[in-house]
């Protein structure tokens, strides 16, 4: 099936490997789909499916995911950027996209206040239309730090807990 691209994208919770998807995001941008077309979110699950399997409950999981990511990459390419992988750099020996440590943002609970995108040294937050904040690039999120969870006040940010990190410290977990 040639080489594939591979990129890990959280979802629901957890880091999924998909592959295909710089393919997939590049057939529909030249194809003419744009973020705002309605059924985009059925037309990157159809693509995503050809290489990976989606399992049926997190199809929605999925499909807002996806969305989301296409944004990026097409805010991207129109913004110029021809190719839009990135390197997120390493950790630990492991690539950063290995280490499922970033944010994880309850909509419900946000109420805009914007102090996590203030107290972030990165890019991690967009701030979307109804003035709530989401996650746009969790692997540029620093390993270990936890500012804008502790800036929330409505504790509407999650963070992983640190022990977690043992396990990829000092090669004790392979990278996959
Ligand atoms: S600090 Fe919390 S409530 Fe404020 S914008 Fe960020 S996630 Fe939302
Ligand atoms: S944990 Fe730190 S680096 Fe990561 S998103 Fe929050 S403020 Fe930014």
Redesign the pocket.
């Known amino acids: 099936m040639g080489n594939l691209s591979y990129r890990m994208i959280y979802i629901a919770g957890a880091p999924a490997g998909l592959l295909g998807v710089d393919e997939l995001f590049n057939d529909l941008f030249v194809t003419g789909a744009t973020p705002r077309d309605e059924n985009l979110g059925e037309m990157l699950i159809k693509g995503v499916k050809k290489h990976n399997f989606v399992p049926k409950p997190a199809l929605k999981d999925y499909q807002d995911v996806l969305v989301r990511e296409y944004l990026k990459y097409y805010q991207a390419r129109t913004g110029g950027d021809a190719q839009v992988t990135r390197d997120y750099g390493q950790w630990e020996g492991h690539p950063r996209e290995h280490i499922p440590w970033?944010?994880t943002v309850s909509e419900e609970l946000c109420n805009g206040c914007g102090k996590?995108i203030e107290?972030?040294?990165?890019d991690?937050f967009q701030t979307l239309e109804n003035g709530k904040v989401m996650v746009v690039e969790p692997f540029l999120?620093?390993v270990g730090?936890?500012?804008?969870k502790s800036a929330c006040d409505p504790k509407a940010i999650l963070?992983p807990q640190r022990e977690m990190l043992d396990q990829y410290r000092h090669g004790q977990k392979r990278a996959t």
């Not at 107290?119 to 990165?122: A, E, L, N, Q, R």
């Not at 730090?145 to 804008?148: A, G, K």
């Open positions: 970033f944010p996590c107290v972030c040294p990165k991690v999120c620093i730090c936890c500012f804008c963070m």
